[in-house]
Every structure is written in structure tokens, then in C-alpha cells.
């Protein structure tokens, strides 16, 4: 399949490129303060994943390959040669693929709360959310995705910020959020990380259940020369609850 023509995006900073991937039932807003934190030095450029946002779906099914075309008719389009790609949850199964794809396009890697290796009882932990959001409908079960993203600590500081991560999920038709939700539970990175030759630095929170450190150093293995960087006390939503936590390590990973 072709890549989307239309991908709603922004561009903001002066320097290498460097692409942001958001995940499942985001928007490229989530990363408003790395961007801030960036710009100095990177031209960063974020945007809306199909069906988010104001990027447009067609209403067909699609999969992992499908949004690698989406990222590589983006960056044609926009005439880069080569860029920084890293990519959040979903995104950070985005960002290797693409990769593996067309690794002369690749300067690093940033694999941030993703999630590889997994044993048939983690699968069989994120199918099952997906199963209970087709039975039960996702606003039902959105009390227990955000209890996974975000610590309890925030929550109670800041439910203003759970209402809007909910209100994302929400605007995003149904069907575009379970089938990204389907990659993100059916992609297994593992037999194909190992041929990603590009530079990577591999984030994850201490308490993320989901994309836990377990994982996380499988992920560093599978990368020769790889780095892994633990948040202590943070779950998956860093970006939102944490930016200037990741911040210091991305700008301290990436070339000047």
C-alpha cells in the first residue's frame, strides 16, 4: 500500500530532523515540550498517526507496514534525506520498522515504552484488553487504560490531564482505535530487532506493565550498543507526566 499523501504534520526547530511517532489514540501533541526542549537544536517534526488527529482514514483495515509507508511518504514530502526517527509506544514499533526498512535513512533510534520479547502470558494480557474493549465498548474500559498509563500520584494532582488523554481516545473512531490497538498487541518485534543496525537508546518507565523493563533489556540486547534508561516511579504516559524527566537523556543521546 502507498503511504498517506495527507498526514497532518508539524515542523518546528532549526538543525537534523528528527521525527516523533505518538501512540495508540494520541496525537502529535504529545510531544509539545520535548519539541520546546529540541528546537534549539533539531528539526523536529510530529504528527498525526492515520485516523488521529487530523490525518484522514479511509476506512480499511491497516498494519504496521501501512504506517511505515504513512512516516516514509511524509518524509519524501517533505524532501529529508535522513533524519532522528523515535517513537512511543506504538510508535516505537513504528520507528524500527522503519528502520528495517530503509535503514539509509535511519541517523538513530529512540524506543520509548515499547515493548518486544514478550512471553505468551504478556500477549495474552494485551489481547485481553482489546477483547474487553470489543465486548464492553473502549469508554468502559478507559478508567483502566489510564490507570496503566499515568501514576495514581498524578491522576489525583492532575485529572484534568487524565480527561483530556481520555477525550483523544474518545475523538478517535472506534475502529481506528482497535485495530491500532491490534499492532500494538499482535507486532513481535523480536525476530526482526536484531537486524536494526542504527544507534539506539531504549526508554521505559520503572513501573510500565505493559512495556516494562523486563522487556526493555531484551530490547537492548537485540541492539548491539544500544542504551537503556529506566524512569524510576513512572508508568507509560511519560510524555505527558514527565517530560523533563526523558528530556535531559534524549538531548544527551542525540548528536549535537
Known amino acids: 500500500m502507498t503511504g498517506l499523501s495527507d498526514t497532518?504534520?508539524?515542523?518546528a526547530g532549526r538543525g537534523p530532523a528528527l521525527f516523533m511517532i505518538h501512540g495508540i489514540g494520541a496525537r502529535r501533541a504529545t510531544f509539545e515540550r520535548m519539541v520546546e526542549g529540541l528546537r534549539a537544536r533539531f528539526t523536529c517534526i510530529t504528527y498525526d498517526l492515520r485516523g488521529h488527529g487530523l490525518t484522514p482514514w479511509d476506512g480499511q483495515r491497516f498494519g504496521l507496514d501501512d504506517l511505515v509507508d504513512?512516516?516514509?511518504?511524509?518524509?519524501?514530502?517533505?524532501?529529508?534525506?535522513?533524519?532522528?526517527?523515535?517513537?512511543?509506544?506504538?510508535?516505537?514499533?513504528?520507528?524500527?520498522?522503519?528502520?528495517?526498512?530503509?535503514?539509509?535513512r535511519v541517523l538513530s533510534l529512540g524506543l520509548w515504552?515499547?515493548?518486544?520479547?514478550?512471553?505468551?502470558?504478556?500477549?495474552?494480557?494485551?489481547?485481553?484488553?482489546?477483547?474487553?474493549?470489543?465486548?464492553?465498548?473502549?469508554?468502559?474500559?478507559?478508567?483502566?487504560?489510564?490507570?496503566?498509563?499515568?501514576?495514581d500520584d498524578f491522576a489525583a494532582r492532575r485529572p484534568d490531564v487524565i480527561d483530556w488523554r481520555k477525550a483523544q481516545v474518545m475523538a478517535t473512531d472506534p475502529e481506528v482505535f482497535l485495530n491500532v490497538f491490534d499492532i500494538y498487541a499482535e507486532t513481535e518485534m523480536a525476530p526482526w530487532l536484531g537486524q536494526v543496525t542504527a544507534p539506539a537508546q531504549i526508554i521505559t518507565g520503572e513501573l510500565d506493565g505493559g512495556c516494562n523493563p523486563r522487556l526493555n533489556r531484551e530490547i537492548q540486547k537485540?541492539?548491539?550498543?544500544?542504551?537503556?534508561?529506566?524512569?524510576?516511579?513512572?508508568?507509560?504516559?511519560?510524555?505527558?507526566?514527565?517530560?523533563?524527566?526523558?528530556?535531559?537523556?534524549?538531548?544527551?543521546?542525540?548528536?549535537a
Open 70 to 104: 504513512d512516516l516514509e511518504a511524509l518524509r519524501a514530502r517533505l524532501g529529508i534525506a535522513q533524519a532522528h526517527f523515535a517513537g512511543h509506544s506504538l510508535g516505537g514499533m513504528i520507528g524500527p520498522r522503519y528502520a528495517l526498512r530503509f535503514p539509509g
Open 113 to 151: 515504552s515499547t515493548a518486544a520479547f514478550r512471553t505468551e502470558d504478556d500477549s495474552a494480557k494485551v489481547r485481553g484488553v482489546v477483547a474487553a474493549m470489543r465486548e464492553k465498548g473502549i469508554g468502559p474500559v478507559l478508567d483502566t487504560l489510564t490507570a496503566r498509563w499515568f501514576t
Open 222 to 255: 537485540a541492539l548491539p550498543g544500544s542504551e537503556l534508561v529506566v524512569l524510576p516511579g513512572l508508568k507509560h504516559a511519560i510524555f505527558i507526566e514527565a517530560t523533563e524527566a526523558v528530556l535531559p537523556h534524549v538531548a544527551r543521546f542525540l548528536p
Open 8 to 11: 497532518a504534520f508539524s515542523v
